[in-house]
Structure formats: structure tokens, C-alpha cells
């Protein structure tokens, strides 16, 4: 192992040490729960849990990588010992729920919960700062600007808490995260809201063994006695942080908490400045402090507001310079070991001591970064630094060239190129440029692009490309504008534009089943959809002649899967037309056609260290050579100006870390543009935040900070990422309630939507019922247009909401949902020819189908349909004869004719 990263601030460590150098985390501690048995599980939702950050009094605190966006979560498993009654899951869910509906940036966010394999547990955001009590014995004392400026920002934070009815009930400093921000401030996060209560015992009384949740050192007397306790409990609390700040002491100590929670019930407060008189206290922050500290909860602040509007005054008047501490050259001895540590490191890297500083020389020396400090804060760039947004389209010469390349000896051909990159590295940008380019030189450019919700809407692209190619009106025309179309075609267009569509076929029809006389078969309908296209690109020709026409999709992994199918029928059969097809996509994406692919990469750093290093300077990963992200470099920049520090190493996270530090009613607005998508317009932001104030200016603010894009009269995130990255960080509860009111108008009554967008609203509204019923209309529609990839999807998703709806236990009967969505799945699954995977899903829903019934009979039908096709014959009798005597038990007449049909054609072969 060549070297270690911190999994607290991301440093690169000396394999041979025991703490890191910059934040004092046990590496080597990180490193020996490698056997944990936990690392490396997946949990729900794609969470990849890496390594073991701490025990607390909750449960174990975890790493883990959302693997769809290469973010970095923390993960909370709860202590089995707290879930020994039979009401502590409900008691869970009730806590987790609270704590996801606070959206505030001066409180960790919860992006989900759930419990996986009888382990309950909470995806939150991951902090990469240091704890107020960490912050406290290496900084302190605080200077009182400092102090000021860490309480109104947990007060901002309780306030909205409060506002909710949500009630913290164990704040310490444990429980404060300070971020250092470029101008020497702290960005402050208050965590473990709200979920205290989940160690509260029955019992009330300061006596019995366990005591009554709280941390004694910080309860608040009513707290102490057991008494109903609201917002003015945890205001108390943050009386005692204020006091513990400004003397270095607790109010109260004594040898037992029992002692300690009797003086907070019985004593008054000490006089701080009289505790520290050299501190030399302002008698506003002391009079402050003490009415924090008042035992009647009425005589007590009553809100955080009032809390936060005395600390507000104290603020102007106690502006305190920062202190620097000079560099030098040499190193310092540890006192604990010894060993010599560079200048710089606020901690040993042998036994992890607290490494002081001596006392700087009577001449200052010049900062100069100490060889192997490792990561160190990052410069901010001065004013005249600060680069233009967005950024220069550099570097790109030779990929133009590539793609120009493509223009040529075409006649009477199509020529499908790819792009391949990963996000953020500017394919988007290089399409855009050329086609810019190509468009001013006479060249026909269609774009096609995601339907705007990113619910995978069916033909919504192929819509789009055919209206555009053919020069058809919205929604297709009438049939007399489809001039020189075949009759494949023309059905192909009717079936396109929703002009015929058939209804689905019933539910009760079975996957063994043959098609019935004159049915439109789901190839057939994809054979006419491809047609259809086919005829656009003829139409297109006819229209432009002598003009070469260039059809651009971005983010094609994104497309819907009936117009990808269209899409790659018609390159691997092209018509006798020209046409230049350039699709991007990511790496991971199979395009399912042979041609010509650039596989982009980053900018070379020589071509933009010039705009970055003031930024990036610390990167000592960074070379000439190094390859850069132009949306890394532009997010970095932007978390620069804003105040960040030391911009985290991936890109998600950087662009989490953004998200995360708005202001809230600028988080509020791009939460909602995200759920609405890439079309949201004013109207409809107002609408879902209920008419929220100046939402005008706050996209103007967005706009400026390169997080939203307008087009026209709508809003879009600017980058898909960004879009994803908001909604992946969006309390789950938050999130909830965004997309229910997404559904309706003001009046409440139910949007036009597709059905695929309502189904996508419905499930993150947590509407299971109607989220699963939607879902299996579009599973049935999708695989009706010969789209089995889609129909896959729907049917995971419903299976995944089924299945988490077993531990939520808001929906009836969720067994019944799961062995619905297993089987469908299983069918889809088989008729597309993966079938193993579709014994596999199967065979697993069938240990949850019981040992009799109706829908048991029928998966074992299916798994017998499975094992034939597998030429698997004695299983497939084995589950035949099962299904059989099922469905003969339980009067199912109609299974029982289908599953002998299916007898008598195997044996018909």
C-alpha cells in the first residue's frame, strides 16, 4: 500500500502512520476494521458502504459511496440493542421521517433510511470538518467573533427545526461540525437531529439506570426532571455551549451526571466572566448567556430567533482580527513521542498528539509549504484572479477535428459516431461547438434530446427527431402531411404520436400464452417505430437537398429505451439517405451500434492551471500530464469565490458541498427546478414551494452561480449532474412533499402528465399504491413497443418500492406487491432471453409466495415456462406439476387451462 487516505479530510498518508497529519483521524484504525462485516455491502439504494468512521451512542458510523453518482455519504447503522422491543422500529421510522424533513444548510441532511438484512439505518450527508469539541481543545479559547458567529448558525439551524416541531434533545459539541470556509470563517452543521429520543427509556426519572436522553453535562432542567420538553430545552443547551465557549469550563461539574443533572435542576449559573476573568468578557455576551441558562423555561429565551437577534448585536460590536501563525522552516518535536514533525501538521503522525506551535520569532518568515504536509488549505483567488463563467472552450482542436472528419464520404449513407465521456468532462459542450460551427457553414442540425423529466417517457425523443427531421407540426401532423410514407410507416407514426394506441393486453394473459390472431406483436411495433424514423431521414433530404443533415442526441443513455431501439434499427439498416448521427453518451453505456467513437478525456492541467492554480495549488496529485475535468475546475473555482476551502476530490462531492452551503430559499428553489426538470417554469417553481418570496431573484442568483440554466421562458439545472446531485441530497421528506405537489395545480386537481412522469412524482411522493399501479401500466406500455429494457426498469422499481414498503409499513399486503413485480419481471425477463436472471428472481419470490395459492401457482407456472426454455426438462416438469396441482386447489380454472396448453406445446416441439 503506497499510501492511505483519511477518510475524515481525504489526505494522502504515510502508510507507516497511526493518525492523520492534518486532522488527527486514526488512520491506522480505519485501516484494522478492514474485517468488519459490513464493508463492502451494498445497501438499498446503491449505497457501498468503504470503511468504519466511529462508534457512538446511536450506532456505527460508516463511509459509503452512492455508486450511481460517485458521491460520498455517511451511513449510520442503529445499535441492535435499541430495537429490542417490538415498537422500536415503528419508534425509528417515526424519528427518521422527522429528521427528513429538515432542509436547512446549518443541519446534516437525510437523504434516506430503511433496514436491510434486520439492520436499520440512515443515509446522511458526510462531513469532512472537525467536531465544536475538537475545535474547541486545538483553537481555543475562541475569540468571541468566532464564538458569535458558530451559535447563531446552530440557532438558524434549531430555529428551523423548531419551526417543524422537531426537537434536537441531545446538543454538545459532538453534535456541531465546524467547516472551514476562505475567509477565516466556519461553516457549521448540527447533526444527529432529532434522533436522541430513540435512546429514551420508559422510565423518567434521573435516577433509574439509563438515564433520560441527554447528554447530562447539557439538559436542561425540565429535561432533567423527565417533563414534557419543547424548543426551549434545546435553547438551554445551546446556553451551556455559549458558557462552555466563552470560560472553557461547563457550568456545572461534578463526579457523577446524576450530581451534574441535580446542579442543573437546583443551582444557579455561575457569572462567566467571573469564572474567566481574564477573558475579559463583554457584559452583553454575559447577560446573554445567563438568560440562556434560566431555570423557568418562560423567563428562558422562547425562540432561536430572539436567541440569535441579542447574539446579532454582540456580533458588530466584537469584530476580532484572525490570528496568523507564522511558518517556518524547521520542524517541531513532539512532546508525547518526540519525533520530528514538519511545520504545518496540527498533529503527530507516529502517536497522533496535538502538535503546539512555538512561540513565533520576533521577525515573521516568509509561508512556505512544509515538503510532505500533504493537504494543506488552498489559496483563494484575489480578486483579479476571479475568471469569467463560464469558462473558455479550450483544448478541443483535435476532437473537432475528429468529429469534422465524419462529414465526409457520405453519399447517400448514414455515418453513426459516438461520444464517450465521463460527466462533467464537457461532451455536451464539444457537441454544442460543433454543431454551432456546422450550422453556420449550411448544415441541417436536428437535436434530440431526454424527455425533460427524466422518466424515460416513451418515443418522447423519436418524437421529437421525427417532427424535427420531417418538418411536421407538433404532435405529428395529420395523416395527409406524412407524404411518400409507407404503410409500415404511417402505423409506424400513428403508434409514435399516440394516434392508435391499443389498449394493453389483460393482466391475466400469461407470458407461456401464444399471441392471438391478428395482435400486434411488441417487434412489430418496434419494426414500424424504426420506419417511421426511416421515413423522417428521407423527408429531411427531400426537404434540405444539397444540404447535409446532422442528427445530434446528448446524453443518449438517458433517451427512452423505444426510441434508443429506433435509433439503433434504423444504423444497423439505414435508409438510402445521408445523415449524420453523433450520439454521446456514458462509458458504461452500450449504444448497441458498431462505428466510429472518440472516447473524450479532460483538459490537459497545462491549459487550465492558468485560471485553477489558485484553487488547485494544493493538489500535489496534479502534473503537467494530469488530465482535468473542465466541470471540476469550473465547480472548484466557483466553491473558491464562495468562501469553500480545499474543494473536495470528486466531483460529486464538490458539487454536494455547493448545494449543500446555500442559502435556504436558494436551496428551496433548485430543489424544486430539479424535481420539475429540465422545463420548469416560474409558474410551476411558485406552485410546488407554495408561492416561496422572490423566487425570481433567487434563480437570477442561481443562474450567476452556474447552478441553473434558462432557456427561453424555463429553467433547468445547469448540468445533469447538478440536477442529480440536488435530488440525491434533497431530504428524503423535503423531496416527498415536492414531487406530491408536482402531481396537482393550486387547486389541487391532477396535471396532464405521461403516465411515466406521474409514475416517477407518485413513487418519490411515496404514494406506494398509486406509484405501483403506474408503475405496472408503464412496465405493460413499454414492453408493448418492444422496449423490454424499460419494461426491466419499471418493473425493478416497482419491486424495489414493494420491497421497502415491508419494513415502511405503509401499504397493504406489500408480499402481494412483491410477488406481482417479481413475476412480471420474471416473464419480461425470460421473453428477452436473460434466464437466469429470471430464475433467479423467481425462485427468490417464491420463498415469500407461501406454501399454497393463487400466486403461487402462477410463479411456478412461469419458473416451469423458464426451465423448458433452459431445456431444463425434469425441472420444468418438477414446477409444471406443482403449478398444476396450485392452481387446481384454489379453483383458478383459467391458470389451470393455460398451464395445460403449455404442456401440450412442449410436447408438440
Given at each position: 500500500?503506497?499510501?492511505?487516505?483519511?477518510?475524515?479530510?481525504?489526505?494522502?498518508?504515510?502508510?507507516?502512520?497511526?493518525?492523520?497529519?492534518?486532522?488527527?483521524?486514526?488512520?491506522?484504525?480505519?485501516?484494522?476494521?478492514?474485517?468488519?462485516?459490513?464493508?463492502?455491502?451494498?445497501?438499498?439504494?446503491?449505497?457501498?458502504?468503504?470503511?468504519?468512521?466511529?462508534?457512538?451512542?446511536?450506532?456505527?458510523?460508516?463511509?459509503?459511496?452512492?455508486?450511481?453518482?460517485?458521491?460520498?455519504?455517511?451511513?449510520?447503522?442503529?445499535?441492535?440493542?435499541?430495537?429490542?422491543?417490538?415498537?422500536?422500529?415503528?419508534?425509528?421510522?417515526?424519528?427518521?421521517?422527522?429528521?427528513?424533513?429538515?432542509?436547512?444548510?446549518?443541519?446534516?441532511?437525510?437523504?434516506?433510511?430503511?433496514?436491510?438484512?434486520?439492520?436499520?439505518?440512515?443515509?446522511?450527508?458526510?462531513?469532512?470538518?472537525?467536531?465544536?469539541?475538537?475545535?474547541?481543545?486545538?483553537?481555543?479559547?475562541?475569540?468571541?467573533k468566532?464564538?458569535?458567529?458558530?451559535m447563531?448558525?446552530?440557532?438558524?439551524?434549531?430555529?428551523?427545526?423548531h419551526?417543524?416541531?422537531?426537537?434536537?434533545?441531545?446538543?454538545?459539541?459532538?453534535?456541531?461540525?465546524?467547516?472551514?470556509?476562505?475567509?477565516?470563517?466556519?461553516?457549521?452543521?448540527?447533526?444527529?437531529?432529532?434522533?436522541?429520543?430513540?435512546?429514551?427509556?420508559?422510565?423518567?426519572?434521573?435516577?433509574?439506570?439509563?438515564?433520560v436522553?441527554?447528554t447530562?453535562?447539557?439538559?436542561?432542567?425540565?429535561?432533567?426532571?423527565?417533563?414534557?420538553?419543547?424548543?426551549?430545552?434545546?435553547?438551554?443547551?445551546?446556553?451551556?455551549?455559549l458558557f462552555?465557549?466563552?470560560?472553557?469550563?461547563?457550568?456545572?461539574?461534578?463526579?457523577?451526571?446524576?450530581?451534574?443533572?441535580?446542579?442543573?435542576?437546583?443551582?444557579?449559573?455561575?457569572?462567566?466572566?467571573?469564572?474567566?476573568?481574564?477573558?475579559?468578557?463583554?457584559?452583553?455576551?454575559?447577560?446573554?448567556?445567563?438568560?440562556?441558562?434560566?431555570?423557568?423555561?418562560?423567563?428562558?429565551?422562547?425562540?432561536?430567533?430572539?436567541?440569535?437577534?441579542?447574539?446579532?448585536?454582540?456580533?458588530?460590536?466584537?469584530?476580532?482580527?484572525?490570528?496568523?501563525?507564522?511558518?517556518?522552516?524547521?520542524?517541531?518535536?513532539?512532546r508525547?513521542?518526540?519525533?520530528?514533525?514538519?511545520?504545518?501538521?496540527?498533529?503527530?503522525?507516529?502517536?497522533?498528539?496535538r502538535?503546539?506551535?512555538?512561540?513565533?520569532?520576533?521577525?515573521?518568515?516568509?509561508?512556505?509549504?512544509?515538503?510532505?504536509?500533504?493537504?494543506?488549505?488552498?489559496?483563494?483567488?484575489?480578486?483579479?484572479?476571479?475568471?469569467?463563467?463560464?469558462?473558455?472552450?479550450?483544448?478541443?482542436?483535435?476532437?473537432?477535428?475528429?468529429?469534422?472528419?465524419?462529414?465526409?464520404g457520405?453519399?447517400?449513407?448514414?455515418?453513426?459516431?459516438?461520444?464517450?465521456?465521463?460527466?462533467?468532462?464537457?461532451?455536451?459542450?464539444?457537441?454544442?461547438?460543433?454543431?454551432?460551427?456546422?450550422?453556420?457553414?449550411?448544415?441541417?442540425?436536428?437535436?434530440?434530446?431526454?424527455?425533460?423529466?427524466?422518466?424515460?417517457?416513451?418515443?418522447?425523443?423519436?418524437?421529437?427527431?421525427?417532427?424535427?427531421?420531417?418538418?411536421?407540426?407538433?404532435?405529428?401532423?395529420?395523416?395527409?402531411?406524412?407524404?411518400?410514407?409507407?404503410?409500415?410507416?404511417?402505423?409506424?407514426?400513428?403508434?409514435?404520436?399516440?394516434?392508435?394506441d391499443?389498449?394493453?393486453?389483460?393482466?391475466?394473459t400469461?407470458?407461456?400464452?401464444?399471441?392471438?390472431?391478428?395482435?400486434?406483436?411488441?417487434?412489430?411495433?418496434?419494426?414500424?417505430?424504426?420506419?417511421?424514423?426511416?421515413?423522417?431521414?428521407?423527408?429531411?433530404?427531400?426537404?434540405?437537398?444539397?444540404?447535409?443533415?446532422?442528427?445530434?442526441?446528448?446524453?443518449?443513455?438517458?433517451?427512452?429505451?423505444?426510441?434508443?431501439?429506433?435509433?439503433?434499427?434504423?444504423?444497423?439498416?439505414?435508409?438510402?439517405?445521408?445523415?449524420?448521427?453523433?450520439?454521446?453518451?456514458a462509458?458504461?453505456?452500450?449504444?448497441?451500434?458498431?462505428?466510429p467513437?472518440?472516447?473524450?478525456?479532460?483538459?490537459?492541467?497545462?491549459?487550465?492551471?492558468?485560471?485553477?492554480?489558485?484553487?488547485?495549488?494544493?493538489?500535489?496529485?496534479?502534473?503537467?500530464?494530469?488530465?482535468?475535468?473542465?466541470?471540476?475546475?469550473?465547480?472548484?473555482?466557483?466553491?473558491?469565490?464562495?468562501?469553500?476551502?480545499?474543494?473536495?476530490?470528486?466531483?460529486?462531492?464538490?458539487?454536494?458541498?455547493?448545494?449543500?452551503r446555500?442559502?435556504?430559499?436558494?436551496?428551496?428553489?433548485?430543489?424544486?427546478?430539479?424535481?420539475?426538470?429540465?422545463?420548469?417554469?416560474?409558474?410551476?417553481?411558485?406552485?410546488?414551494?407554495?408561492?416561496?418570496?422572490?423566487?425570481?431573484?433567487?434563480?437570477?442568483?442561481?443562474?450567476?452561480?452556474?447552478?441553473?440554466?434558462?432557456?427561453?421562458?424555463?429553467f433547468?439545472?445547469?448540468?445533469?449532474?447538478?440536477?442529480?446531485?440536488?435530488?440525491?441530497?434533497?431530504?428524503?421528506?423535503?423531496?416527498?412533499?415536492?414531487?406530491?405537489?408536482?402531481?396537482?395545480?393550486?387547486?389541487?386537481?391532477?396535471?396532464?402528465?405521461?403516465?411515466?412522469?406521474?409514475?416517477?412524482?407518485?413513487?418519490?411522493?411515496?404514494?406506494?399504491?398509486?406509484?405501483?399501479?403506474?408503475?405496472?401500466?408503464?412496465?405493460?406500455?413499454?414492453?408493448?413497443?418492444?422496449?423490454?429494457?424499460?419494461?426491466?426498469?419499471?418493473?425493478?422499481?416497482?419491486?424495489?418500492l414493494?420491497?421497502?414498503?415491508?419494513?415502511?409499513?405503509?401499504?397493504?399486503?406489500?408480499?402481494?406487491?412483491?410477488?406481482?413485480?417479481?413475476?412480471?419481471?420474471?416473464?419480461?425477463?425470460?421473453?428477452?432471453?436473460?434466464?437466469?436472471?429470471?430464475?433467479?428472481?423467481?425462485?427468490?419470490?417464491?420463498?415469500?409466495?407461501?406454501?399454497?395459492?393463487?400466486e403461487?401457482?402462477?410463479?411456478?407456472?412461469?419458473?416451469?415456462?423458464?426451465?423448458?426454455?433452459?431445456?431444463?426438462?425434469?425441472?420444468?416438469?418438477?414446477?409444471?406439476?406443482?403449478?398444476?396441482?396450485?392452481?387446481?386447489?384454489?379453483?383458478?380454472?383459467?391458470?389451470?387451462?393455460?398451464?395445460?396448453?403449455?404442456?401440450?406445446?412442449?410436447?408438440?416441439?
Amino acid at each position: 500500500m503506497s499510501e492511505i487516505r483519511c477518510p475524515q479530510c481525504a489526505t494522502s498518508c504515510d502508510p507507516v502512520h497511526r493518525f492523520c497529519h492534518i486532522c488527527g483521524f486514526p488512520i491506522s484504525e480505519a485501516v484494522s476494521r478492514a474485517d468488519d462485516p459490513l464493508i463492502g455491502t451494498t445497501l438499498p439504494g446503491g449505497y457501498v458502504i468503504l470503511d468504519l468512521l466511529g462508534v457512538g451512542g446511536m450506532g456505527r458510523v460508516y463511509r459509503a459511496e452512492q455508486k450511481a453518482l460517485g458521491r460520498t455519504v455517511a451511513v449510520k447503522i442503529i445499535h441492535p440493542y435499541l430495537l429490542g422491543d417490538e415498537s422500536a422500529s415503528v419508534r425509528f421510522i417515526t424519528e427518521a421521517r422527522a429528521a427528513s424533513r429538515l432542509n436547512h444548510p446549518n443541519i446534516v441532511s437525510v437523504f434516506d433510511f430503511g433496514k436491510s438484512d434486520n439492520q436499520l439505518y440512515l443515509v446522511m450527508e458526510y462531513l469532512r470538518g472537525r467536531d465544536l469539541a475538537r475545535v474547541d481543545y486545538e483553537d481555543g479559547p475562541l475569540p468571541f467573533k468566532r464564538i458569535v458567529d458558530v451559535m447563531m448558525q446552530v440557532l438558524a439551524g434549531l430555529g428551523e427545526a423548531h419551526e417543524l416541531g422537531i426537537i434536537h434533545r441531545d446538543l454538545k459539541p459532538e453534535n456541531i461540525v465546524l467547516e472551514p470556509m476562505r475567509k477565516a470563517g466556519d461553516f457549521v452543521k448540527v447533526v444527529d437531529f432529532g434522533l436522541a429520543k430513540m435512546r429514551e427509556l420508559p422510565s423518567s426519572h434521573i435516577t433509574s439506570p439509563g438515564i433520560v436522553c441527554g447528554t447530562p453535562d447539557y439538559m436542561s432542567p425540565e429535561q432533567g426532571r423527565g417533563d414534557p420538553i419543547d424548543g426551549r430545552s434545546d435553547l438551554y443547551t445551546c446556553g451551556v455551549l455559549l458558557f462552555q465557549l466563552l470560560t472553557g469550563r461547563l457550568p456545572f461539574e461534578a463526579e457523577s451526571p446524576t450530581q451534574v443533572v441535580l446542579m442543573h435542576l437546583t443551582l444557579p449559573p455561575p457569572n462567566p466572566s467571573v469564572i474567566a476573568p481574564t477573558r475579559r468578557i463583554p457584559q452583553a455576551l454575559v447577560n446573554i448567556t445567563l438568560k440562556a441558562l434560566e431555570k423557568d423555561v418562560n423567563k428562558r429565551y422562547q425562540t432561536a430567533d430572539q436567541f440569535a437577534a441579542d447574539l446579532r448585536t454582540v456580533f458588530a460590536e466584537n469584530e476580532a482580527a484572525p490570528i496568523s501563525m507564522p511558518l517556518g522552516d524547521a520542524g517541531i518535536q513532539c512532546r508525547s513521542c518526540s519525533t520530528m514533525v514538519p511545520r504545518g501538521q496540527k498533529f503527530c503522525g507516529e502517536c497522533g498528539e496535538r502538535v503546539l506551535a512555538p512561540a513565533p520569532a520576533s521577525q515573521p518568515r516568509s509561508a512556505k509549504k512544509p515538503a510532505g504536509s500533504g493537504r494543506t488549505r488552498a489559496p483563494s483567488p484575489a480578486p483579479s484572479q476571479v475568471p469569467e463563467f463560464p469558462l473558455r472552450f479550450v483544448g478541443r482542436e483535435r476532437d473537432l477535428d475528429w468529429l469534422g472528419a465524419r462529414r465526409f464520404g457520405m453519399e447517400n449513407s448514414l455515418v453513426a459516431a459516438s461520444i464517450v465521456a465521463e460527466p462533467g468532462t464537457g461532451a455536451t459542450r464539444l457537441l454544442e461547438e460543433f454543431l454551432q460551427r456546422n450550422a453556420e457553414s449550411g448544415d441541417v442540425v436536428v437535436k434530440m434530446t431526454p424527455d425533460p423529466w427524466g422518466a424515460d417517457v416513451g418515443y418522447h425523443a423519436l418524437r421529437t427527431a421525427i417532427t424535427r427531421l420531417a418538418g411536421l407540426p407538433e404532435g405529428g401532423g395529420e395523416v395527409s402531411d406524412w407524404r411518400g410514407a409507407t404503410p409500415e410507416a404511417r402505423a409506424g407514426l400513428m403508434a409514435v404520436f399516440g394516434k392508435n394506441d391499443l389498449p394493453p393486453p389483460p393482466s391475466s394473459t400469461k407470458v407461456w400464452s401464444k399471441p392471438t390472431l391478428g395482435a400486434v406483436l411488441p417487434d412489430d411495433r418496434r419494426f414500424t417505430a424504426a420506419e417511421a424514423l426511416r421515413w423522417a431521414i428521407m423527408r429531411a433530404n427531400e426537404r434540405h437537398r444539397g444540404r447535409l443533415v446532422i442528427l445530434a442526441i446528448d446524453d443518449f443513455h438517458a433517451v427512452d429505451g423505444a426510441s434508443r431501439n429506433a435509433i439503433a434499427d434504423v444504423v444497423a439498416e439505414p435508409p438510402m439517405h445521408s445523415l449524420l448521427l453523433i450520439a454521446t453518451h456514458a462509458p458504461e453505456f452500450d449504444a448497441a451500434w458498431i462505428g466510429p467513437t472518440l472516447k473524450l478525456k479532460g483538459i490537459p492541467a497545462t491549459l487550465l492551471m492558468h485560471i485553477a492554480a489558485p484553487v488547485l495549488s494544493y493538489r500535489t496529485d496534479i502534473t503537467e500530464e494530469t488530465l482535468l475535468s473542465p466541470l471540476y475546475v469550473d465547480q472548484a473555482l466557483r466553491f473558491s469565490v464562495e468562501g469553500g476551502t480545499n474543494p473536495p476530490l470528486q466531483l460529486a462531492d464538490l458539487i454536494a458541498q455547493r448545494i449543500e452551503r446555500l442559502p435556504l430559499e436558494a436551496r428551496r428553489v433548485l430543489q424544486a427546478v430539479s424535481v420539475l426538470g429540465d422545463d420548469a417554469g416560474l409558474d410551476d417553481i411558485g406552485r410546488i414551494l407554495q408561492d416561496s418570496q422572490e423566487v425570481s431573484a433567487l434563480l437570477t442568483k442561481l443562474k450567476d452561480a452556474g447552478l441553473v440554466k434558462q432557456d427561453l421562458g424555463s429553467f433547468r439545472a445547469a448540468h445533469p449532474m447538478i440536477r442529480e446531485i440536488t435530488l440525491a441530497t434533497t431530504p428524503v421528506a423535503v423531496r416527498r412533499d415536492l414531487h406530491a405537489r408536482a402531481l396537482v395545480d393550486r387547486e389541487g386537481d391532477p396535471l396532464p402528465f405521461p403516465i411515466e412522469v406521474r409514475a416517477l412524482h407518485a413513487q418519490h411522493a411515496q404514494d406506494s399504491l398509486e406509484a405501483l399501479m403506474l408503475l405496472e401500466q408503464v412496465a405493460d406500455r413499454a414492453n408493448e413497443r418492444g422496449d423490454r429494457e424499460g419494461a426491466v426498469l419499471a418493473l425493478r422499481r416497482g419491486l424495489e418500492l414493494a420491497r421497502r414498503e415491508m419494513f415502511r409499513g405503509e401499504l397493504d399486503e406489500p408480499e402481494k406487491a412483491v410477488l406481482i413485480f417479481s413475476r412480471k419481471l420474471g416473464e419480461v425477463l425470460a421473453t428477452s432471453g436473460a434466464l437466469t436472471d429470471a430464475d433467479g428472481v423467481l425462485r427468490e419470490a417464491l420463498d415469500l409466495a407461501g406454501p399454497a395459492g393463487v400466486e403461487r401457482a402462477w410463479l411456478l407456472g412461469v419458473l416451469a415456462h423458464v426451465a423448458h426454455k433452459r431445456d431444463r426438462a425434469k425441472d420444468a416438469v418438477m414446477f409444471y406439476a406443482q403449478a398444476l396441482e396450485n392452481a387446481r386447489a384454489h379453483g383458478a380454472s383459467d391458470l389451470v387451462a393455460s398451464l395445460e396448453k403449455m404442456r401440450r406445446d412442449w410436447a408438440a416441439v
